[in-house]
Each structure stands twice: as C-alpha cells, then as structure tokens.
C-alpha cells in the first residue's frame, strides 16, 4: 500500500488509471440455470458499473490510503488475489472491502476500516467493477 500523499496526486493519478490496468479478470457468469451448489460468503455479486465505482473511489475516502494507477497497490490485486487463494478476482476484492481482516495482504496491516461492509451491494458491485476492470 502507498499512502497517497496529496489528495490532489490522487485525483490526477485517477485519471490516467484509465489506460494503465492490465489485471485478468475473472469472467462471472451473468446467468445460471438449475441449481449451484450453496456459496460460501460473500454472495454473488450484481455486475457493478466502474465509472460510478470510479467516483465511489474518491467519495468514500479509499483515495486517503489506496492509489489505483500503474504500479501503485491496488493495481496489484490479480497478483494479491492469486497469492491470497480467495476466490475470483471480484469476490477476492469484494471480501477485501466489506470484510478487511479477512486476508491481510504480507507486510501490511489491518488498517482499513470495516465499516465499509455496510456500503450497499450496489455500491460494492460498483468499487469493484471499477478496481477489476479490464483496459
Ligand atoms: C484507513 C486506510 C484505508 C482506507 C480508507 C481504505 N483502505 Fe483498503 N486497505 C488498507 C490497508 C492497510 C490494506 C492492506 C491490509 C489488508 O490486506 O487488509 C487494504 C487492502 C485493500 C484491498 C485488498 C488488497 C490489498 O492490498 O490487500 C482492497 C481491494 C482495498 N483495500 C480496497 C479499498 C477500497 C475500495 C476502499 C474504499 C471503499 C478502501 N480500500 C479504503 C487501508 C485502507
């Protein structure tokens, strides 16, 4: 994690996040039919939208201690997602949003607040469509 030092940085470095995300994404299926076997937690997520994640982003306050831009951390995530064996990519993320403590990525600590676990899903679905997507 890099403590984003100026909130002004942050702004500007959002902007040209656009173009520097290269992570896989897993694909989620849209539909399903018949029965699936029960999943664990969290839930499916909704397909979010990233530009209102986009702003979400900045709005709730990740910018004070998350960069998402070339090789700041969160641009990481496929690579922590990996290591941390939780999942999908998006569920991966989710989980690191409503539910912090759940995997506490080496050499950090469980700074980020959980109170995030309280956004509504729509919310959720949105930050992560905006930190999984694919440029
Ligand atoms: C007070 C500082 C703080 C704020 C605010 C914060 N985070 Fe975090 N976040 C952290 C820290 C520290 C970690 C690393 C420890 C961990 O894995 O939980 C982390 C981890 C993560 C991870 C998992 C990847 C990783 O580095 O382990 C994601 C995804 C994430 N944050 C997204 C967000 C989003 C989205 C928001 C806003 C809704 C947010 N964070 C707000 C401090 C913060």
């Known amino acids: 994690m890099r403590l984003a030092a100026a909130v002004l940085a942050a702004a500007s470095v959002l902007l040209l996040a656009a173009c520097g995300y290269e992570g896989t994404v ?8 018949g029965t699936l076997p029960k999943q664990q937690t ?11 994640g986009k702003k979400l982003f900045t ?4 910018t004070g201690c998350h960069t998402f831009t070339p090789r700041a951390d969160l ?9 941390a064996n939780q999942g999908a990519l998006a569920q991966f993320v989710a989980t690191s949003i409503t539910n912090p403590g759940n995997y506490i990525q080496p ?5 980020m607040p959980t109170s995030y676990g309280n956004l509504p899903s729509k919310q959720i679905a949105d930050l992560v469509a905006f930190l999984t997507q694919k440029q």
């Open 26 to 33: 897993a694909p989620t299926a849209k539909q399903v039919s």
């Open 59 to 62: 709005s709730q306050g990740c």
């Open 107 to 111: 050499g950090y600590s469980n700074l």
């Open 75 to 83: 641009d990481k995530l496929p690579q922590y997602a990996k290591k």
């Open 42 to 52: 969290p839930p499916t997520l909704a397909k979010g939208d990233p530009t209102a």
